[in-house]
């Protein structure tokens, strides 16, 4: 029953992580969209982030692979 108790408990956690980590790619990517956008509005930004050197940015992904490994290995340690 405590194995239970702990297997149900690491499942919550786990949740809860994943929409930690949810909500913060979300906010990073949202992030990274304007960024990206910023820096080709015409004409200051534009001017400013190529005399600066800034470039675009790549929003967080993860293929499906990194996924599935991910959910595998939840129970391994």
């Known amino acids: 029953l405590r194995a239970h108790a702990n297997i ?3 499942m919550r956690q786990n949740a809860y992580l994943q929409k930690e980590i949810t909500a913060a790619r979300t ?3 949202d992030t990274v969209a304007t960024w990206n956008q910023d820096i080709f509005a015409w004409p200051t930004k534009q001017i400013v982030a190529a005399k600066a050197g800034y ?4 929003p967080f992904t993860a293929s499906q692979e990194v996924k599935v490994a991910a959910r ?3 129970f391994h340690a």
Do not use: P
């Open 72 to 74: 595998s290995n939840f």
């Open 55 to 58: 470039t675009t940015r790549i």
């Open 8 to 10: 149900a408990e690491a």
């Open 27 to 29: 906010l990073y990517n």
